[in-house]
């Protein structure tokens, strides 16, 4: 099963993408997380994509269809995949047709912009290995703690109130045009993002399956 996770920033793809990559065995491979973890070590690519990413912009189209390319070879795609936070545009879409990767089911969580701020202002990130929290929606063991290395848990700096307004504005003109592209082939489905995880959850398997 190959899926696409659509979605505003902050509507919770990256949960639903983590919990279906367990349950089906599939990795869940996050554009986003692959890019902090180069700025991190400081990489040649981490290098080109930090101003973007801090701006709330988004990384140049020919920087993240690399990505996908170089990480869809890896061995653990084979069974299937799951793409949370790619593609993001109307040529990164064209750019994975073009390699000929077939896809299932795009999912779209759906989550509207008033409540986007609020839930951007509790996420939590671990410094350490990437992880992501919720304060109130999807809490760690111990406060401040990551559950997974212990590592701290903090704010990611592109979660600012500004930065947000931002992303939320390339998401709307850059992004969404991504849902006529997959409602066409029939492999959108839209899940209404719901105030506990676990309710979303269950819409979005049954969504995966539909
Ligand atoms: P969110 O979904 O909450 O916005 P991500 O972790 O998916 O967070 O993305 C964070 C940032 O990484 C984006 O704002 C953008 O700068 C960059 N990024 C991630 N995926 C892509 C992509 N497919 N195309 C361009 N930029 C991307
Ligand atoms: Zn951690």
Known sequence: MNIIFLGAPGAGKGTQAEIVSKQYGIPAISTGNIIRAALKNGTEMGLKAKAYIEEGKLVPDEVVIGIIQERLKEPDCEKGFILDGFPRTIPQAEALDAMGVLIDKVID???????????????????????????????????????????????????????????????????????????KTGKLRTVKGQEKVEDTTALTLKAVED
């Open 109 to 183: 969580i759906d989550v509207p912009d008033e409540a986007i701020a609020a839930r951007m202002a509790g996420r939590r990130v671990c410094k350490n290995c990437g992880a992501s929290y919720h304060i109130e929606y999807k809490k760690p063991a111990v406060d401040g703690v990551c559950n997974e290395c212990g590592g701290e848990l903090v704010q990611r700096t592109d979660d600012a109130p500004e930065t947000v307004l931002e992303r939320l504005k390339v998401y709307h003109t850059e992004t969404e045009p991504l849902k006529d592209y997959y409602a």
